[in-house]
């Protein structure tokens, strides 16, 4: 707790999510910390429960949504700072058995990494 | 480099240490593990290794599960075995019979057909396991060291705080025992998806850095080959109820358990731990699979993060439960060992938890129960196979 604000704790500095650590109610005040100890202010736009993550900043549809300074998957829609980051707006890049061979849900260069 | 840790156990013949003294009752088959429960009702120091394989499976299966089974029979932490055949199963108990007692353990076989059924080979199998029991009994621990240690690692019933806590304090773990010439074991291929890049640049040799891609490769496409998203599969509902949303971000915060250390090599799911440091067991995340996997490795003790509440145990090796979640430590305090949900709270740090986490695992290896050892919760494990069951 920091204050009467909840805390949401953010891993690298290039991350674009935190994970909550209390159920967060919409316009709950957030104190986001990153690992460094560095903290920015934030206002829920969702109710998100304990230990989900909230948007720490917008990120556009088909981008990559970043935590452990990885990749987590992709943004299905463009996602506001203070929104609930999940199922609803992420998509894996893995397993995707519903999807034929070599068409992606999103554009995405997956194979880049290999 | 040295290290301060120590723990007892039992040496064996060939010069393994054991954490625990068990005899090993192992049915080649699924249709006997009615017989080796029995026995273990009926006796002391004894678990069954009981698993639904072993019959109606085409030859590479057959053979994994006689692998996986000799393998068992061989952990440091069995004391002697018996090996309960049916007499007509496909897989092979007298090589399970043969390997183990090329271990210098004690070992006998009792065939079902041939003894006049299935109470009479409970009763045959109670009087040898007496006799097996009594003689193991009387051995005393000595003194061992991280460099006798494979420790066996795990996370399930997963959550965001997994990540973020008792899989870091699993990590800092793993990397003092391999900086002490001991051997950590890690699996859980499915949970390398998204993050099997980061392993990678971790490989000893070119090689295993391509193997760490192939293994994920065929878990991925044996998944996809259902035809659906594997997404419930993996992450499970509970997973995502817990706030995990895809593969990537479970497998982003599973790896963390690894440390940071050199990755010397992926072994298959049966095989033996050929030598010191870290390794990769290609396996599935499926706990009763896994934990069989770890202990088929050598694997004296594991230790099992989990951060919505895995209560898992395993028949002939402790299993300490570290719990990343507070509120899951505070509901579930019978089963969970460790309270790393102070991480994440703020009132300690991760090397503080290390710390102590350290000192229960050597007391857990030196024979203190763990939460899940003193309710018995020793009987469930299964062998993963590849092909049908036709």
């Known amino acids: ?114 | 480099m040295s290290s301060n840790y120590t723990w007892y156990g039992y040496r064996r013949q060939n010069g393994q240490i054991g954490s625990r003294n068990i005899v090993a009752i192992i049915p080649a088959t699924v249709c006997v593990n009615e017989i080796a429960q029995a026995i273990v009702y009926n006796t002391q120091m004894s678990r069954a290794l009981q698993h639904h394989c072993g019959c109606c499976q085409l030859m590479p299966d057959l053979k994994l599960v006689t692998d996986t089974l000799a393998n068992l029979g061989c952990h440091p932490n069995v004391g002697a075995a018996l090996v309960i055949s049916l007499g007509c199963e496909g897989s092979n108990a007298d090589e399970i019979v043969a390997r183990i007692a090329a271990t210098g353990r004690p070992v006998e076989k009792i065939v079902m057909q041939e003894l006049g059924g299935t109470s009479a080979t409970i009763h045959a199998g109670i009087d040898i396991v007496q006799k097996m029991a009594i003689a193991i009994s009387s051995q005393q621990r000595v003194e061992a060291g991280l460099e006798d240690l494979i420790m066996g690692i795990k996370c399930g019933s997963s959550d965001t705080t997994s990540g973020l806590s008792s899989n870091m304090v699993i990590g800092q773990m793993s990397d003092r025992i391999v900086d002490a010439c001991g051997t950590v074991l890690f699996g859980e291929t499915t949970e390398f998806m998204g993050a099997e890049h980061i392993l990678a640049r971790r490989a000893r040799t070119p090689e295993v850095g391509r193997r760490i891609y192939e293994i994920v490769d065929v878990m991925e496409k044996r998944a996809m080959a259902v035809g659906v998203d594997m997404r419930n599969g993996q992450p499970t509902p509970g997973n995502i109820k817990g706030g995990l949303s895809t593969i990537e971000e479970k497998s982003l915060g599973a790896i963390n358990k690894s440390g940071s250390r050199i990755i010397e090599g992926v072994l298959d799911y049966p095989d033996l731990v050929p030598d010191k440091g870290l390794w990769i067991k290609d396996s599935p995340g499926f706990e009763p699979e896994i934990l069989t996997g770890l202990a088929a490795g050598g694997a004296q003790g594991i230790v099992f993060s989990t951060g919505r509440g895995a209560p898992q145990g395993f028949p002939i090796v402790p299993v300490l439960k570290i719990c990343g979640n507070p509120r899951t430590y505070s509901n579930l305090s019978h089963d969970m060992d460790v309270d790393a949900g102070q991480i994440i709270l703020g009132n300690k740090s991760i090397e503080q938890v290390t710390d102590e986490t350290m000192t229960i695992f050597m007391r857990v290896l030196s024979g203190e129960l763990t939460k899940s050892e003193a309710i018995n919760y020793n009987r469930t494990m299964d062998i993963h196979t590849h092909g049908p069951k036709i």
């Open chain 1, 1 to 114: 707790m920091n204050g009467d604000t909840i805390l949401a704790l953010k891993i690298m500095a290039c991350d674009s999510v935190a994970t909550v650590l209390e159920d967060v109610k919409p316009s709950d005040a957030i104190t986001v910390k990153d690992k460094a100890g560095n903290t920015s202010a934030l206002l829920s736009k969702d109710a998100i429960p304990f230990g989900h993550k909230i948007a720490t900043c917008q990120i556009k549809q088909g981008e990559e949504i970043l935590k452990y300074g990885e990749s987590l998957g992709v943004a299905t829609r463009t996602i506001e700072p203070g929104e609930h980051v999940h199922t609803q707006n992420i998509d894996s890049q893995y397993g995707c058995g519903d999807v034929n061979e070599g068409a992606s849900k999103v554009a995405h260069t997956r194979a880049s990494r290999y």
